[in-house]
């Protein structure tokens, strides 16, 4: 894998050894940290100007955290994160105030993000009177609006007097106010019916195209990160674990877990979909204290394989594999990863 620690002038955004840990305290005057939520371990990754890296796994694997840890919305417990080659880890709130008209979030919930006492001209215009660039405000939300598929007369009325599908289009609107170069995208389709995720992800490519956005889109689907993604990271309990071209990724994946997520996408939106299912026997284990080595070895397939019915390999029990290029531009975080068109048994032993 190439050294990130000297950064590259293609890349906008890279991190190094990222980590989030969020500590549980006890007692109620004098409060002691008595374990820790990890969640996010030791993460590395780079994001190209102009791609869109898709970031995908389970629930509660640590990609929303890993979003708010990019924009520098919670602060990080250990690592390096470069935007634009400069190394903004340690930057202050005033700091990083200069850099928020460059990077953006749309969030998931297209209601709970946006203040229903507020009209959308406010809510747009936002961006605008917070950096002091406002001018002629109102024209300038108008135009947002219009370009994202709003009507413009529609600038007083409120966020509860809109459907999904169009309060979702105001924050696609807010977040491309000011012009940003990186928008990291968390979920934006995952509370909209299917006809309208296509009509936003169509709109997200449009204006990516219009003026040339970085993209870090984080979903759970699959079917929708193979659809706009250049890239795709997986993660799995707070690391990732393999990271390759979208439809390298699809055709041939290397990590075991990559290869139980794609044999879950329905037959015809894969090009993976023809394998049989994979089915992951056992409960994702507990942030609050993975499992050594492999976090993925006690439900993995080809762990039990390789081991045997007895156990898995002493490595995957004890060393956690570094993310090491398999292929071309095809890296994963496995010992063993899995050879093209390699069958898994059903079900790894609970």
């Not at 190209?48 to 694997?61: A, D, F, P």
């Not at 470069?82 to 190394?87: S, T």
């Not at 300038?140 to 709003?150: I, N, P, S």
């Not at 292929?327 to 069958?343: S, V």
Request: proline residues 8%.
């Amino acid at each position: 894998m190439t050294d990130i620690a000297q950064p590259a002038d293609d890349y906008l955004v890279k991190v190094e050894g990222l980590t989030k840990n969020f500590p549980i305290t006890k007692g109620i005057i004098f409060q002691r940290e008595v374990a820790a939520v990890h969640a996010v371990d030791n993460i590395s990754f780079e994001v190209k100007s102009g791609e869109t890296l898709g970031l995908v796994g389970e629930s509660g694997c640590g990609k929303s955290t890993t979003a708010r840890l990019l924009l520098k919305l919670i602060e990080p417990s250990a690592g390096k994160i470069w935007f634009e080659g400069e190394e903004i880890s340690g930057f202050s709130r005033s700091q990083m105030r200069r850099l928020r008209s460059e990077m953006q979030m749309i969030f998931q919930d297209p209601y709970a993000s946006l203040n229903p006492r507020q009209t959308v001209g406010q809510i747009v215009g936002a961006p605008f009177k917070i950096h002091k660039t406002e001018g002629e405000g109102k024209k300038k939300v108008q135009e947002l609006m219009d370009r994202v598929g709003l009507n413009p007369e529609h600038y007083n009325r409120y966020p509860h007097e809109f459907s999904g599908g169009q309060r979702q289009r105001i924050g696609v609107a807010r977040a491309l106010a000011l012009r940003p170069k990186l928008i990291v995208c968390d979920e934006p389709v995952s509370a909209l019916d299917v006809s309208i995720q296509a009509q936003i992800l169509n709109l997200l490519e449009d204006l990516q195209d219009e003026f040339k956005l970085t993209y870090v889109f984080i979903s759970h689907d699959l079917r929708v990160v193979q659809h706009i993604s250049d890239r795709i990271a997986v993660m799995y309990l707070g690391r990732i674990v393999e990271v390759a071209e979208a439809t390298e990724l699809y055709k041939n994946p290397k990590h075991p877990y990559t290869a139980a997520l794609l044999s879950a996408v329905p037959k015809g939106h894969s090009d993976s979909s023809g394998s049989e299912r994979i089915v992951l026997e056992g409960d994702v284990p507990s942030p609050i204290d993975p499992p050594p080595g492999c976090p993925f070895h006690p439900r993995c397939p080809k762990a039990h394989q390789v081991g045997g019915p007895d156990g898995v390999p002493e490595n995957c029990r004890t060393e956690f594999p570094p993310l090491d290029e398999v292929d071309p531009d095809h890296i994963a975080a496995c010992w063993y990863p899995l050879e093209q068109g390699e069958k898994l048994q059903q079900a790894a032993h609970a």
